[in-house]
């Protein structure tokens, strides 16, 4: 039995670590072990993922398949425009894609966006992440492409991707 959940700061060291078990066979092969670390430092200390739930800034959700947690998700409003949600973050663990652990999470995302009465949800997806695929599946499709500078000499080349989501 699966169920999703809002996530609490005190949740931020189990984001932190279904992150790092999602992330390295994910992005290793893509960008290198190096950046892999300096972002996984960057996005998903406990103390960053923490204050993001404390503040607002991203709803963060917990998917789990009885007791145990599968995946996560993060989403809020774009700060340029609050009427368009963006993605930030979708992961489910290696082990258990392919399951639709991650449709569950998108749904639960989507659901909460509609609650708020709008109906465009972006995401970024790196140019080169197999995701690419399961989003445009579930209705995303590539609205432009973006090279964001991280820091550290480090960039994060990505479409940007959009889904209009039915009010039915």
């Given at each position: 039995?699966?169920?999703?959940?809002?996530?609490?700061?005190?949740?931020?060291?189990?984001?932190?670590?279904?992150?790092?078990?999602t992330w390295w066979p994910t992005y290793e092969p893509i960008v290198g072990a190096e950046q892999v670390s300096y972002m996984l430092e960057l996005f998903y200390s406990t103390n960053v993922v923490a204050e993001q739930i404390r503040s607002g800034a991203q709803?963060?959700?917990?998917?789990?398949?009885?007791?145990?947690?599968?995946?996560?998700?993060?989403?809020?409003?774009?700060?340029?425009?609050?009427?368009?949600y963006k993605l930030h973050k979708l992961y489910c663990l290696p082990a258990e894609q392919g399951k639709g652990y991650g449709r569950i999470l998108l749904s639960a995302v989507e659901q909460s966006v509609l609650a708020t009465g709008e109906h465009i949800l972006d995401l970024n997806v790196n140019r080169y992440n197999k995701a690419k695929t399961f989003y445009e599946h579930l209705g995303f499709h590539i609205i432009y492409e973006e090279d964001i500078k991280i820091g550290q000499g480090y960039e994060m080349n990505d479409y940007v991707m959009r889904k209009v989501l039915?009010?039915?």
């Open positions: 039995m699966t169920s999703v959940r809002i996530a609490e700061p005190e949740d931020a060291a189990l984001i932190q670590d279904l992150a790092e078990t709803t963060y959700v917990l998917l789990y398949d009885g007791q145990t947690p599968v995946g996560f998700a993060a989403y809020s409003p774009r700060e340029e425009d609050p009427h368009v039915n009010r039915d």
